[in-house]
């Protein structure tokens, strides 16, 4: 799906910023990552843990809901699969939500994904990021430092959770803080599921 733009969509060079409420603050003192929901015991790990685990180099594709799409940004991450080794996840749990910071609150945001589709390189966890021909740059505060989600480019980029916090597992989908005003639960851009 590299380079290929869904409908609706225009090619931008630049990575514009949009989000709701403040810029979160890194703080590793206070810092944390919870996994909960459909598991057999919730977990939370701290950025040291969650550093320790393997990372991966994938080359994805950006499509936000206001129709600017970003191709080739290559990200340095954790693949969301990682995280599934430190929680004994329930074979019932099919959809997720991934929490990130809202104005202060750890928990105000989030977005609803299916599980299935997050296995591979493509879902990750980035902390680091570069252009074709330059050197790697730390995810800046403003794209969600310290661990920011980057979903695969088959799902619209609100999907892709800053200042990520946690993951939640569920057995059935249930709309995070944009689906809730009304926007795709499934956020296929090749589909052009923008709203519900
Ligand atoms: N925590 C948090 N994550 C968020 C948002 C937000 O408001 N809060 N906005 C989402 C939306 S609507 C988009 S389009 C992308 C934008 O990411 P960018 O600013 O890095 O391009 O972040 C997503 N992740
Ligand atoms: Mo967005």
């Given at each position: 799906m590299v380079n290929e733009l869904p409908p609706g969509q225009f090619e931008t060079d630049s990575w514009p910023i949009l989000h709701q409420g403040d810029i979160y603050k890194f703080d590793e003192e206070t810092w944390s990552f919870k996994l909960f929901g459909e598991v057999k015991e919730e977990r939370t790990v701290t950025y040291q843990q969650i550093m320790s685990l393997p990372k991966a180099i994938s080359t994805i594709d950006m499509h936000c809901v206001t129709t600017w799409s970003k191709f080739g940004t290559t990200f340095e991450g954790i693949p969301l699969r990682e995280l599934l080794t430190l929680v004994d996840v329930?074979?019932?749990?099919?959809y997720i939500k991934i929490y990130g910071y809202y104005n202060g609150d750890p928990y105000g945001y989030s977005a609803n994904l299916p599980l299935d589709d997050l296995l591979g390189n493509d879902a990750l966890f980035v902390f680091r990021w570069k252009e074709e021909g330059q050197d790697w740059r730390d995810i800046s505060p403003k794209h969600g430092y310290p661990l920011r989600f980057i979903p695969p480019a088959s799902f619209y980029l609100w999907k892709g959770t800053k200042w990520a916090t946690g993951i939640e597992f569920m057995t059935e989908d249930s709309a995070g803080f944009w689906e809730e005003l009304g926007?795709?639960?499934?956020?296929?851009p090749f589909k052009e599921e923008r709203y519900r």
């Open positions: 329930s074979k019932e749990a099919k926007y795709s639960m499934t956020a296929n």
